[in-house]
């Protein structure tokens, strides 16, 4: 479907970089976004997610290290 849709800078940015790293059009990130984040919001109470600028995460209650992205970073290869 096509349409034209008014995106705030920030979430423009972060559809962008998403298009480019998995090599996809800008539809196709923002498709992906909006499912994801209707995903977030029907499979998990609103009050277990925090919102930052550039994603939505859910609550935890330890403390991210480096130590904890290194290791999670080995286990995704990236």
Do not use: N, W
């Not at 499912?35 to 939505?56: F, N, Q, V």
């Amino acid at each position: 479907m096509r349409t034209t849709l008014t995106l705030s800078d920030d979430a423009f940015l972060i559809a962008r970089q998403l298009a480019a790293q998995d090599r996809v059009s800008l539809g196709k990130a923002v498709s992906r976004l909006a499912r994801d984040g209707a995903h977030m919001r029907t499979h998990a109470p609103l009050e277990a997610i925090c919102k930052s600028k550039y994603a939505i995460l859910r609550a935890r209650a330890e403390a991210i290290t480096p130590e904890h992205v290194r290791r999670l970073m080995d286990e995704e290869e990236i």
